[in-house]
């Protein structure tokens, strides 16, 4: 064995002891993802608050405002948290 070889199974050596002698590897899977729609409990409030924005969305109106969604009900408008689009 050569002297140029030595010295680079040496460092390897060297390289692998510091590492503790060992190379980890991790395997990673996509597994599928079931999802099932959003069951949103909604409230009925009789004002939509000041400075709610009009977006429409299949022909259906919806206000924003703070991170509510607020559309049309028999009795005022209905209140949800969850994104209609």
Do not use: Q
């Not at 980890?24 to 409230?43: F, K, N, W």
């Not at 004002?47 to 703070?66: E, F, Q, S």
């Amino acid at each position: 064995m050569s002297m140029k070889t030595r010295i680079s199974l040496s460092l390897l050596a060297v390289a692998l002891l510091s590492t503790g002698g060992c190379i980890s590897y991790e395997r990673r899977t996509v597994e599928p993802v079931v999802t099932e729609p959003v069951v949103a409990t909604e409230r009925v409030v009789t004002v939509l608050p000041t400075g709610a924005r009009v977006h429409v969305v299949n022909g259906t109106k919806y206000y924003y405002y703070n991170n509510y969604y607020y559309r049309t009900a028999p009795t005022g408008y209905y209140v949800t948290t969850v994104r209609p689009w």
